[in-house]
């Protein structure tokens, strides 16, 4: 008897688990494509037969920087299923990576998930020419040979000069996007729901882009924008989901550190911001940077000097330290006490009169010299009056 109900049981187990592959085996789905126009849509589609009548089908897919979505495909007569998305509504990181796959659900309740496929969601408007070494890829779409080649010298250059003074990793590569004018850059971006003007980087997809005209110039452009936004990739992969909590003025100013040709007129803008006490002060500099032209290049300015003021005056490990700070989320201004004995305010004072040559305090007390005048008014003038109105006591023989 045990021995008849021990064989039930693994017969039992046995078509159990056949059940299933039966019914994966008796769905039939090729021909799974996802075809994008770069802004405008993504057609998801694929041929999906079965012995067994189809209840539904869906696609679902999900950017390497997003969440997954769902939804419902649409079948043909010719037995292809598909669904598209509107790109142009829902906007989506140029060049990241998108996943998809397809469910099946048959009239029997039997349940079918494909293969996980992906694709590039690229920049499709242009042809782009590739450049590799190794994990390193430059991808261009105006400009020679010769142009590719610079622009792969000047990134993997830029790599080794991205690593910086916290010693980043820099063997995990990087794709970089080579646009041939600011308005296909900004026009990328827009299109991607961002709003930058300039070079940029998606550092949790290790994708940089960057703008540069073949010319005379495109070396200094190269040495410029690709070590600065590579250091962004790297920065990211250092600190992980982290990286936001780093100020803005931090990043940046790591970032242009790492340029292979320092810009020459933040020095100028540093110089006439000092003299005429418009220097921005470096809390404000922690969420964002300003939107106007002439301010952002001044608060560049200034995340690059005053950065380079803490490596050369408390050393690598202490700006590493610093970093940690920020990343255990350690408020702004009170993140630098912990490793470098001072607050943010306190170590931007003690920039501004080492590097720049300002009287800080000099200035404070100029700014504070009218309210000061006015409360020894306020205090003097009632205290005279009382002294005014006591009776004099006379003189003594």
């Not at 021909?31 to 589609?45: K, L």
């Not at 939804?71 to 829902?90: E, I, M, V």
């Not at 003021?309 to 006490?337: K, R, S």
Request: hydrophobic residues 45%; proline residues 5%.
């Amino acid at each position: 008897m045990n021995k008849t109900i021990s064989f039930l049981l693994g017969l039992a187990i046995l078509l159990g688990f056949a059940q299933p592959a039966s019914a994966q085996a008796s769905v039939v789905l090729t021909d799974a494509q996802a075809a994008h126009r770069f802004g405008q849509q993504i057609q998801f589609s694929a041929r999906i037969q079965s012995p067994i009548q189809i209840n539904s089908a869906t696609v679902s897919f999900r950017p390497a920087d997003g969440i997954a979505q769902t939804r419902a495909l649409a079948f043909n007569p010719d037995g292809t299923a598909g669904y598209t998305f509107d790109a142009s509504l829902n906007t989506l990181t140029p060049f990241v990576e998108i996943s998809y796959w397809f469910d099946v659900t048959l009239t029997d309740g039997t349940l079918f998930t494909s293969d996980t496929f992906t694709f590039r969601y690229d920049d499709n408007r242009f042809v782009w020419q590739t450049r590799e070494d190794g994990l390193v890829r430059v991808h261009w779409y105006n400009g020679d040979a010769a142009f590719g080649t610079s622009a792969l010298d000047a990134t993997l250059r830029g790599l080794d000069s991205a690593r910086g003074p916290l010693n980043l990793d820099s063997s995990g590569g990087a794709d970089v996007y080579i646009y041939a004018s600011d308005a296909d850059l900004q026009g990328s971006l827009a299109l991607g729901g961002q709003d930058w003007v300039a070079g940029h980087a998606s550092p949790s997809l290790g994708v940089v882009v960057v703008s540069v005209t073949p010319s005379d110039e495109q070396g200094i452009d190269f040495e410029r924008q690709i070590p600065h936004e590579l250091s962004h990739v790297l920065l990211y992969r250092q600190v992980g989901p982290f990286y936001g909590s780093l100020p803005l003025w931090l990043r940046e100013g790591i970032a242009t550190q790492a340029e292979l040709y320092p810009n020459p007129d933040f020095a100028a803008a540093l110089e006439g911001a000092a003299q005429n006490n418009s220097l921005i002060p470096l809390t404000d500099l922690c969420a964002a940077f300003p939107t106007d032209a002439t301010d952002a290049f001044l608060a560049y300015a200034e995340a690059e000097s005053f950065t380079r003021y803490l490596l050369e005056n408390y050393g690598g490990e202490a700006f590493a330290n610093l970093a940690t700070a920020y990343v255990d989320g350690l408020d702004c201004d009170q993140a630098p006490i912990e490793s470098l004995g001072a607050s943010l305010s306190q170590l931007d004072v003690r920039w501004r009169e080492t590097v720049l040559g300002e009287n800080r305090s000099g200035v404070v007390f100029s700014a504070l010299l009218p309210y000061l005048i006015l409360l020894a008014l306020i205090l003097i003038v009632p205290l005279w009056g009382i002294l005014s109105g006591l009776p004099k006591r006379g003189r003594r023989g």
